[in-house]
């Protein structure tokens, strides 16, 4: 509702561009990503992690000699202050969901840092995933892993969390993974961490309200619940009546369907060739053949129930069978989706701080006006 005198209100901010960036274009009729240049397709399974970050952050892919350097400044970042880790012991008591506590202890990691954009750019890159680890183990009884300095990222977080060496294809099915969520345009969670570095606050901060964004359940996302459906339906021949049920009831298909997405996500295509060649190397096809012959009946019979909504599958579909495969457990979905992501919240710092000026919006008052003053005896 406006009161006349506002200009008008954009719900949601839907369609309003808020800013230019050179990081990620998101084209939601063709289902194209572009990622610094990159369509989705061709970075995501060729990539390391570090590459894709260096990229997102410096604007070209490094050469050797750069990507040495940026490998080994990450490296010396990766353990946790004591105090960060003493934190997750105690935050581990109290059995708090894995998205808190990544929150409550990225908050710590300035620590011993000096004012540098660029230092504390490069610790939470390098610590999200000690602390997804470490917080894992500690919530399971476990004790936390340190970090193997021979290991690269994504291998290294795999050592971390499971205590044993992942295979090449594993380690290959992980950066794919974390390439392809490295950034998607101005989603709330980037949004967030841009209005916050806007104020001329810190990377810290900004990373800390990026994950608060990211944990809720309109954009974290849920692949747990689609995972969940999969499971249930169980055996191909029994996916068409079990998803029929589902919508004559009225209930959403977990893992479909897309706000801006009216085509095939291009992720999910990305996520489920990399799914297709972890499975294969592991010997067993099974999961990934039931999964794709649920995709195919769940788009059919949802263009039948909901003509003209081209509800297609979403990214969230083959994430859950991904990290699945790698033996992720489905409360670990969302921060891994974090130790991804924060390349592309850190990008978004630098260009806001770059080019950017303060976030600032309006907002329309509808509430009331000419109140008269009631003194408390009164009311
Ligand atoms: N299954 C069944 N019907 C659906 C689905 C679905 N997955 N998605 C949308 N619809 C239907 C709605 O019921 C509605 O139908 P109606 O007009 O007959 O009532 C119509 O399509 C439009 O739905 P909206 O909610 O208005 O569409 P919106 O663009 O806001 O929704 C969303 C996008 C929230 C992702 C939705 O498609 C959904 O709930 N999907 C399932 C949950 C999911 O997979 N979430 C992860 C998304 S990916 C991410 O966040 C990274």
Request: with cysteine.
């Amino acid at each position: 509702m406006q009161n006349g005198t506002n200009p008008p209100i954009t719900p949601g901010l839907e369609g309003v561009v808020a800013a230019e960036t050179r990081l990620s274009s998101v084209n939601g009729q063709i289902g194209e990503l572009i990622i610094a240049g990159f369509a989705v397709e061709e970075l995501g399974n060729k990539a390391t992690f570090e590459e894709t970050a260096y990229l997102l952050w410096y604007g070209h892919l490094p050469d050797r000699h750069e990507l040495l350097d940026f490998k080994a400044r990450l490296v010396t970042l990766r353990t946790l202050p004591p105090a960060t880790l003493h934190l997750l012991k105690v935050v581990a008591t109290q059995k708090v969901p894995a998205m808190d506590a990544l929150r409550m202890a990225a908050g710590t990691l300035n620590l011993g840092l000096s004012n540098s954009h660029e230092e504390a750019a490069l610790a939470l890159t390098a610590r999200l995933p000690t602390i997804v680890a470490a917080y894992w183990r500690l919530l399971h009884g476990q004790e936390a892993i340190e970090p193997d300095p021979t290991l690269d990222h994504a291998a290294n977080y795999l050592t971390m969390l499971n205590g044993k060496r992942p295979s090449a294809s594993q380690v290959r099915g992980l950066e794919t993974y974390l390439n392809t969520v490295v950034d998607h345009g101005l989603n709330a969670s980037t949004f967030a961490a841009r209005v916050i570095i806007s104020t001329q606050s810190d990377v810290v901060s900004a990373v800390v309200g990026a994950i608060g964004a990211l944990k809720g359940p309109l954009h974290g996302g849920a692949p747990g619940p689609a995972l969940d459906m999969v499971f249930e339906i169980g055996s191909a021949d029994r996916a068409e009546s079990y998803l029929r049920a589902k919508l004559e009831r009225g209930e959403r298909l977990m893992g479909f369907g897309h706000r801006v997405y009216k085509v095939r996500d291009p992720r999910a295509e990305v996520l489920a060739q990399a799914a297709a060649q972890m499975f294969q190397a592991g010997g067993d096809m099974t999961l990934y053949e039931l999964v794709k012959a649920v995709e195919g009946t769940a788009v059919s019979l949802l263009a039948e129930y909901k003509p003209g909504r081209n509800l297609q599958t979403n990214v969230e579909f083959y994430t859950a069978l991904l990290l699945h495969g790698l033996g992720l457990e489905t409360d670990l979905f969302t921060p891994t989706f974090a130790i991804g992501r924060v390349a592309g919240w850190i990008a978004h710092c630098f260009e806001q701080v770059k080019y950017g000026r303060l976030i600032r919006p309006q907002s329309a008052y509808v509430g009331e006006r000419d109140r008269q003053w009631l003194p408390l005896q009164e009311r």
